[in-house]
T-cell receptor
């Protein structure tokens, strides 16, 4: 399967603990996105990477959240001092992207997500 | 920012009938509109998308129409089958006008479609 893969699929942790999720995008995709999805809602954008550079962060991404994509391939999302409100599905998506100044939107392909439950 | 509204929130149809889901968006600069299907516990799966330079796109039983003036777009599924049952999300995205700028998607709240055999 050459789609987007995420690990782990499920994470249960106590409030106050740190958690880290991993995303492996489709290999030729240089753009990587993190979204959060709560029950009954659509995904909400968190942050975006083009290659290894984190170029945009949503206001939803508090200081407790940090994301990296060190070599422009896989990415990690860490949440420190987890809170009840962090319980959600964390989705990763990837897409192709060019380098021209004006770029058309490219389809984003999602992983199965990591479901985080805070006890 | 962009605001996408989606209706209805739930939709039940008899197998073989058509289903229509409608979305509106607020930012006239948005120019890319994908639709995703999400089954329970599964990833959102891109089923069709449309760019603002066309008004309609069709792929077998699925079609999407776009009205830029009214800022709304719709998903049409014909000859529905039980396997079409899922939650469908519309989304909108801005064009990238700056090198490296994100085209993050703004999603609607979803429509739960149930196809009754």
């Amino acid at each position: 399967d050459t789609g987007v893969s995420q690990d782990p699929r499920h994470k249960i942790t106590k409030r106050g603990q740190n958690v880290t999720f991993r995303c492996d995008p489709i290999s030729e995709h240089n753009r990587l996105y993190w979204y959060r999805q709560t029950l009954g809602q659509g995904p909400e954008f968190l942050t975006y990477f083009q290659n290894e550079a984190q170029l945009e962060k949503s206001r939803l991404l508090s200081d407790r959240f940090s994301a990296e994509r060190p070599k422009g391939s896989f990415s990690t999302l860490e949440i420190q001092r987890t809170e009840q409100g962090d319980s959600a599905m964390y989705l990763c998506a990837s897409s192709l992207g060019g380098t021209a100044t004006v770029i058309n939107n490219q389809p984003q392909h999602f992983g199965d997500g990591t479901r985080l439950s805070i006890l | 920012g962009e605001n996408v509204e989606q209706h209805p929130s739930t939709l039940s149809v008899q197998e073989g009938d058509s289903a229509v889901i409608k979305c509106t968006y607020s930012d006239s600069a948005s120019n890319y509109f994908p639709w995703y299907k999400q089954e329970l516990g599964k990833r959102p799966q891109l089923i069709i998308d449309i760019r603002s330079n066309v008004g309609e796109k069709k792929d077998q039983r699925i079609a999407v129409t776009l009205n830029k003036t009214a800022k709304h777009f719709s998903l049409h599924i014909t000859e529905t089958q039980p396997e079409d049952s899922a939650v469908y999300f519309c989304a909108a995205s801005h064009p990238l006008v700056v090198r490296g700028g994100a085209n993050n998607l703004f999603f609607g709240t979803g429509t739960r479609l149930t196809v009754i055999p």
